[in-house]
């Protein structure tokens, strides 16, 4: 069982910049592809960016290309989600999922095993 704990979300204002951390344990990190997700009030639910399990192959939303950047670090069995030129679009509860799997990337929430809480993101104009 693999437990997921997102942190580093809080309140910025437009052009702003954020970084996400998700901690895992109870598994082999290294053996899991990771992926960010977001879902804003009344919207649904957004693949933001993936990372392969050795952290050689990403994958981002076009929404976010160039802005964001996901990094994973087995070593210490944390993926990160820095984020860059934030706007009020990107105002959403964040989450990280995990899977275990050889795939360079999966962008559908419900095909993960394993989901962190979420952290709230909120970008002010």
């Known amino acids: 069982q693999v437990q997921l704990v997102e942190s580093g979300g809080g309140l910025v204002q437009a052009g702003g910049s954020l970084r996400l951390s998700c901690a895992a344990s109870g598994g082999t990190f290294s053996s899991y592809l990771m992926g960010w997700f977001r879902q804003a009030p009344g919207k649904e639910r957004e693949c933001v960016a993936t990372?392969?399990?050795?952290?050689?192959?990403?994958n981002y939303a076009e929404s976010v290309k160039g802005r964001f950047t996901i990094s994973k670090d087995n070593a210490k069995n944390t993926v990160y989600l820095q984020m860059n030129s934030l706007n009020p679009e990107d105002t959403a509860v964040y989450y990280c999922a995990a899977k275990r799997t050889s795939l360079r990337t999966m962008t559908y929430f419900n095909q993960y095993d394993y989901y962190g809480q979420g952290t709230q993101v909120t970008i002010s104009s």
């Open positions: 990372i392969s399990r050795s952290g050689g192959s990403t």
